[in-house]
């Protein structure tokens, strides 16, 4: 099939054979262009699929991640949970006292600096 032909469908490559490409790219230290031309396929396909194999794994090439995110209940996949309001009420407790302790550990080191530069006065 043609590169790039309108019209034409996307061909969808398995990720066995995404695997394939980008493993046997990097033991035969291929080029990208190299290793597009042995597969038949686009460079920056082959670019692309290394990056993901690189930066998340061998695993990430058998994913679907084309379009746009599926929503679940009305939140986007991958975002983050709203979290329970136990810890959200916790993780505000725990701001507020790290900010207590700041604020006594900047007092006590003035403190600290002031009585050094009394005593060197002393001397």
Request: charged share 35%; proline share 3%; net charge positive.
């Amino acid at each position: 099939m043609p590169k790039g032909n309108p019209g034409q469908p996307k061909r969808e490559h398995t990720g066995e054979f995404k695997q394939k490409v980008v493993e046997y790219m990097r033991a035969e230290k291929l080029s990208y262009r190299e290793a597009a031309r042995q597969y038949n396929v686009s460079s920056a396909v082959v670019m692309h699929w290394e990056r993901k194999y690189l930066q998340e794994g061998a695993a990430s090439l058998y994913k679907e991640s084309r379009g746009r995110a599926s929503r679940e209940d009305g939140v986007l996949k991958g975002k983050p949970k709203k979290l329970s309001q136990e810890v959200e009420n916790d993780l505000i407790a725990e701001n507020q006292r790290l900010r207590m302790e700041v604020d006594y550990l900047k007092k006590l080191n003035a403190l600290v600096q002031e009585t050094q530069v009394l005593d060197k006065k002393r001397k």
